[in-house]
């Protein structure tokens, strides 16, 4: 598509100014030449002409005789011709003009004085007091019309100018009016101001586009933050309370037991692995702000045995979970695979998982735990009945999320799936 060229409302303004003075000149040309055209040929025709002399003829006559005027009562004859606009009365003695009386002045010559301009005149007769004389009307009642012709040809130019540039000029308001309501609403997401013309509103439209996508981005931007704080904080929550609530019960098992000084130090040990844990999530706080874009989580990838990392993590989560009441059967059918991985960020999915199961799980039915070597990685099942006393609470979420996103980070998968009331979690870990 062709771009349209660039033209300023100054150059689109002095244009429309040409041309409205152009249309209104022909315009007022137009209605002049017509308007003398239709005075000639209905107006000026010879019979009505004579039509309009013999009437004021007729009218002077009937003057002459209520009046008892003479020939010499110039101001009785001037009278007449005041009331009579557009009209000459020219009075004859014999051949010569012996007076020419109007509206506006009086002329009175001698004998023989005009006698020259008696040719081409209509003679009238009228009867006088003093004798009969003969009378001449030239009747000019068309400069009226013509007057007015030309006051209208100057108008209608002058008011198709006008009427151009008011045109023009609410064509410019419109779009100025259309800007006003986009702008009004120019929080809408969906809307889209569509591209005007080639000038300076158009770069006025674009500026407003330009400034709804930048607060449009910023507002979401800004949701966003929102959103990922508050879920950080539930996450933290969700992250902190279930190794806080593994040091509880090992203290409480050191309370409330018998237990030799081994299981002691075994259990103060554990205790003491789930403190450092908790360090390492304070630590790393800003490492799970962004939970959902796994490239902001950064592992800290080592060579570890996948054999004692998995053992030693879902060995601690099986004991928990016996310690409640739980039925857990490990099958671990894998050889000591060496994997890349980083062991506080794997410990926090299973974390995730187990607290899961110690919420919602049935311990009435078994937890399952298989852990198989397939290819190139290791997959690991958890499985548990989802329990009929659960509480009925839709969680957010954010642990199963939480648990995607670290995954993700550290090169595997994590999935999870409800076949009736089972609940499914699968860790893929590449080797």
């Keep these: 598509m062709l771009k349209t060229k660039r033209m300023s409302l100054k150059l689109k303004t ?66 007449w011709c005041k009331k009579k606009k557009f009209v000459y009365l020219q009075l004859f003695n014999g051949k010569s003009i012996s007076l020419v009386v109007n509206g506006n002045y009086i002329s009175e010559y001698d004998d023989g004085e005009l006698s020259d301009d008696t040719a081409g005149y209509t003679m009238f007769p009228i009867k006088f007091a003093d004798g009969k004389f003969n009378i001449s009307v030239i009747e000019y009642s068309e400069e009226l019309l013509y007057t007015i012709i030309n006051v209208l040809s100057f108008f209608s130019g002058v008011i198709t100018v006008f009427f151009i540039v008011l045109h023009y000029h609410i064509l410019v308001l419109k779009r100025i009016s259309k800007l ?11 809307d889209v101001l569509a591209p005007d013309k080639n000038d300076e509103i158009g770069d006025l439209y674009d500026s407003v586009e330009k400034m709804r996508r930048s607060m449009i981005y910023h507002y979401q931007k800004e949701r966003q933050t929102l959103d990922a704080n508050r879920e950080l904080i539930t996450n933290m929550s969700h992250d902190i309370r279930t190794p806080l609530t593994s040091i ?31 360090k390492d999530m304070s630590d790393k706080l800003f490492k799970y702000f962004l939970v959902y874009d796994s490239d902001d989580i950064a592992a800290d990838l080592k060579s570890t045995s996948a054999t004692l990392l998995i053992q030693q993590i879902i060995g601690e989560q099986s004991f928990l979970l016996q310690q409640q009441g739980f039925d857990v059967s490990f099958k671990c059918d894998i050889e000591d695979e060496q994997i890349n991985t980083d062991a506080v960020l794997l410990k926090r999915v299973f974390d995730n ?19 198989l070597r397939e290819k190139s990685f290791i997959k690991i099942m958890v499985i548990d009945y989802i329990s009929k006393d659960a509480p009925n609470v839709k969680g957010t979420g954010i642990g199963l999320k939480s648990c995607e996103s670290i995954m993700r ?20 870990i590449s080797l």
């Design 409 to 428: 980070s550290l090169g595997g998968k994590f999935e999870t799936a409800v076949l009736d009331d089972m609940f499914v979690s699968t860790i893929i």
């Design 180 to 190: 006003s309501a986009n702008v009004s609403n120019i929080d809408a997401e969906d």
């Design 353 to 371: 998982i187990f607290s899961n199961i110690s919420k919602y799980g049935d311990m009435a039915q078994p937890v399952k735990i298989d852990v």
């Design 248 to 278: 509880i019960g090992y203290n409480e098992i050191m309370l409330n037991t018998d237990a030799s000084t081994q299981d002691m130090k075994k259990y103060a040990s554990y205790s003491l692995d789930k403190a450092n844990q908790l």
């Design 14 to 79: 002095a244009l429309c100014l040409l041309l409205a003075m152009v249309v209104g000149a022909g315009v007022g040309v137009g209605v002049y030449f017509v308007g003398n055209e239709c005075i000639e040929k209905y107006y000026m025709t010879q019979e009505l002409a004579d039509k309009r002399e013999q009437k004021f003829v007729d009218s002077f006559d009937e003057y002459v005789e209520e009046n008892n005027v003479k020939s010499t009562d110039t101001e009785k004859i001037h009278e």
